[in-house]
């Protein structure tokens, strides 16, 4: 089973960047697809960014295309969001999360339901 443990957050203002790291431990990191979603008080768990166990597939919200990048490095057990020009709407909680059933999965799942182990989330906050 795998665990998963997000850093990377903080704040900074509009324009700025951060990435997040999500470090991995245990079994089933490198066949597993890995996403990062975001969430705000009175709203629902959202996709951010995610990415097939290969690392071939990726997926991302529209609200974030273009300024983030959600990579892997499956030899050190490491997921990443890299996340330019940071928009006030991007402050959220930041939660890794992996869908590890079934392995090595020929098809990319977006929807929070279909990740079954997520980490404690990094507050990420954009201000002025």
């Known amino acids: 089973q795998v665990q998963l443990v997000e850093s990377g957050g903080g704040l900074v203002q509009p324009g700025e960047s951060l990435r997040l790291s999500c470090t991995a431990s245990g079994r089933s990191f490198s066949d597993s697809d890995m996403g990062w979603f975001r969430q705000t008080p009175g709203k629902e768990r959202e996709i951010v960014a995610a990415i097939s166990w290969s690392g071939v597939r990726t997926h991302y919200a529209d609200s974030i295309k273009g300024r983030f990048t959600i990579s892997r490095d499956n030899a050190k057990n490491l997921l990443f969001l890299q996340m330019n020009s940071l928009k006030f709407d991007d402050t959220a909680a930041y939660y890794c999360?992996?869908?590890?059933?079934?392995?090595?999965?020929?098809?990319?799942?977006?929807?929070?339901?279909?990740?079954?182990?997520w980490g404690q989330g990094t507050q990420v906050t954009v201000s002025s």
């Open positions: 999360a992996a869908d590890t059933s079934p392995p090595y999965a020929l098809e990319l799942d977006v929807a929070p339901a279909d990740y079954d182990i």
